[in-house]
């Protein structure tokens, strides 16, 4: 058992019982943070994907030379 594992339980046996919830609540947050498989990822990415707006300009030089002109032609 390393020396911070060590610690870290002698920390734990000092916390009052009613606030344990609160250490594994803190514990199960740090645990999701580097148990992230790489379904999630993906999912989330598709999600992300779905809410993209698509675009519909099909020449886009020719739509940022008309905005070119509109604001700066004048």
Do not use: C, H, W
């Not at 019982?17 to 580097?34: F, P, R, S, T």
């Not at 993906?42 to 008309?66: C, H, I, M, N, W």
Request: proline letters at 3%; hydrophobic letters at 35%.
């Amino acid at each position: 058992m390393t020396a911070i594992r060590k610690e870290a339980i002698e920390l734990l046996e000092r916390v009052p019982e009613d606030k344990l919830i609160y250490i594994i609540k803190i514990m199960q947050g740090v645990n999701g943070l580097y148990n992230d498989t790489e379904s999630e990822r993906e999912r989330a990415f598709s999600k992300l994907e779905q809410l993209r707006k698509k675009g519909t300009v099909p020449d886009y030089d020719a739509e940022l030379a008309f905005y070119r002109d509109e604001k700066y032609g004048k």
